[in-house]
């Protein structure tokens, strides 16, 4: 059995300076006026090295955004025992508080309706989590239900990031909490 080598770690310090210079960048101009050129100055690296690790800057902004579905995956799932409806996970409720400062940055990459590349990876992730809980607890339907909490968490998510779904942050979360349990609950045959 071989094992990975270990990552480069001047890559990954290159890779997280891309990042914070594109989420900086995008603090101040929105995704679609971000050129590589003033991205690479901020960055303090050469164009070479930029193209070097990212096709483009949809995947350097795909990857940016990487910590955001891991969050978003981690709070659907922080809780343990029966899950109340009424009391969503509080990590839950700090992802939808803490999306803000980037809101811009994820509406570029999530449509609405959960579609883009970054609905892509989030809801392959959380199917992938919600499949393998399902399958851990003796679950029936683990690969429907998991479909259905992935298209339904981005799908809401992306609706309310881009105005189409009102509500406080905390409101949203009570209520994409409140959906996602009774998809868990809903009796199939």
């Known amino acids: 059995m071989t094992t990975a080598p270990p990552a480069d770690p001047r890559a990954a310090r290159t890779r997280a300076k ?3 210079a594109l989420l900086d960048e995008c603090e101040q101009h929105p995704l679609a006026e971000v050129g590589v050129a003033a991205l690479v100055r901020r960055a303090g690296v050469g164009r ?6 990212y096709a483009d800057l949809e995947a350097l902004a795909v990857d940016a955004c990487a910590d955001v579905v891991r969050e978003a995956v981690d709070a659907l799932h922080a ?5 109340d409806p009424a009391a969503p996970p509080p990590a839950l409720a700090d992802f939808f508080a803490g999306l803000a400062p980037h809101a811009g940055l994820y509406r570029a990459l999530l449509s609405p309706g959960g579609g883009g590349p970054l609905g892509q990876v989030l809801h392959r992730d959380l199917r992938a989590r ?35 779904v009102e509500g406080s942050p905390d409101l949203i979360a009570h209520q994409v909490w409140r959906l996602l349990v009774h998809l868990h609950r809903i009796p199939l045959s």
């Open 48 to 53: 070479a090295t930029f193209y070097l690790h």
């Open 130 to 164: 919600s499949r393998s809980e399902r399958i851990l607890a003796g679950a029936p339907e683990p690969d429907l239900i998991a479909s259905a909490v992935a298209a339904t968490f981005a799908g809401v998510l992306a609706d309310w990031l881009h105005g189409l």
């Open 79 to 83: 809780w343990r025992g029966t899950p």
């Open 18 to 20: 891309l990042r914070r």
